[in-house]
């Protein structure tokens, strides 16, 4: 999912790109995504795109008229800026808004359909939009050890709780606590103030360093295709399962729920302790491992061999 670095970038390339265009027309090549009844998407065709915002991951457009179009890339959706008269992608393809000087295409990948546009007419109706967390930017360690500590819960879960702070995800959620040399799976409500503020420092740090470099890479241009992700080469451990951690070489872990999984660096985070995996620690019961000196000496027993059945006679004819 587009995380804060990566919706910033979107928001930038459209000021630069699209701002100050009339949209000429408005195709929607999936009904699915349109989540607004009134007023009609259709009815921005025509109006000067005035503003482009962001409210936590949401991309607001703003047209003159007081109209905007709010778009929820969710974990696949994904916008191109492509030359007059450009068609959706097939399949991928939710909607297009043709510009006077280019097209806006509004993509995404995979089948579930998430990706949202709503169409809004007011100031009022968009703040109903507008429920997103704190900016840790502009919070100071005292209040946001005050957020963190709202609801007890697992630090991975409230760091990307989108109620307590704005566009954090699971990717960058990841990198934060590797930062911070905290586990994914200790709880808020018993974390240190030292900690709090150790993680709240890491997540400027990383945050910041993060949309310093998508700057540096989309400085004159337009993300294309599959250049907006969530598996980037320079991260220490999101996305890096099995591979060594640039701090200490351990061989990074993960943790698998649902349709997400959370990595993580035994050693940095978790004193050599292996978090339980829930398919798979199920599956192993006892034989799982605990820490990891205990997995890296089960890798180095060869596995026993199923004996060996003696060969058949040949019967004599």
């Known amino acids: 999912m587009p995380e804060l670095p990566d919706v910033t970038i979107y928001v930038e390339a459209l000021r630069r790109s699209v701002r100050g265009q009339t949209l000429q027309r408005v195709r929607i090549?999936?009904?699915f995504v349109v989540r607004s009844v009134e007023p009609p998407v259709f009815a921005a065709e025509g109006r000067v795109l005035q503003s482009v915002s962001r409210l936590g991951k949401r991309i607001v457009l703003g047209f003159?008229?007081?109209?905007?179009?709010?778009?929820?890339?969710?974990?696949?959706?994904?916008?191109?800026?492509?030359?007059?008269?450009a068609k959706a992608p097939p399949k991928l393809g939710l909607a297009v808004f043709e510009f006077e000087r280019g097209t806006l295409l509004f993509t995404e990948a995979g089948t579930k359909k998430r990706a949202s546009l709503h169409a809004v007419q007011g100031a009022e109706a968009l703040a109903a939009h507008a429920r997103v967390g704190r900016d840790v930017f502009a919070l100071d360690a005292s209040a946001f050890t005050s957020e963190l500590r709202r609801e007890n819960h697992t630090l991975k879960r409230a760091l990307t709780d989108p109620r307590l702070f704005d566009g954090i995800g699971n990717a960058y959620g990841d990198e934060i606590l590797h930062a911070a040399g905290l586990s994914p799976v200790a709880l808020t409500g018993k974390l240190s103030d030292e900690a709090a503020a150790r993680l709240h420092a890491a997540a400027r740090r990383v945050l910041a360093a993060g949309l310093e470099r998508?700057?540096?890479?989309?400085?004159?241009?337009?993300?294309?295709?599959?250049?907006?992700?969530?598996?980037?080469?320079?991260?220490?451990?999101?996305?890096?399962?099995?591979?060594?951690?640039p701090v200490c070489g351990t061989n990074v872990q993960r943790i698998r729920y649902a349709e997400n999984e959370t990595n993580y660096c035994p050693r940095c985070q978790t004193g050599g302790k292996l978090l339980a995996?829930?398919?798979?620690?199920?599956?192993?019961?006892?034989?799982?491992?605990?820490?990891?000196?205990?997995?890296?000496?089960?890798?180095?027993?060869?596995?026993?061999?199923?004996?060996?059945?003696?060969?058949r006679k040949k019967r004599s004819t």
Do not use: N
Request: contains cysteine; neutral net charge.
């Open 214 to 245: 998508l700057r540096a890479q989309f400085a004159e241009r337009f993300p294309g295709p599959g250049e907006i992700t969530a598996f980037r080469p320079e991260f220490a451990v999101h996305g890096k399962y099995g591979q060594p951690c």
């Open 277 to 311: 995996d829930r398919s798979l620690s199920r599956l192993l019961k006892d034989d799982w491992p605990r820490t990891i000196e205990e997995l890296e000496d089960a890798r180095t027993v060869p596995p026993a061999q199923p004996p060996r059945k003696p060969a």
């Open 29 to 31: 090549a999936s009904p």
């Open 64 to 85: 003159d008229g007081d109209f905007y179009f709010v778009l929820h890339l969710m974990i696949a959706g994904r916008l191109r800026w492509e030359a007059p008269g």
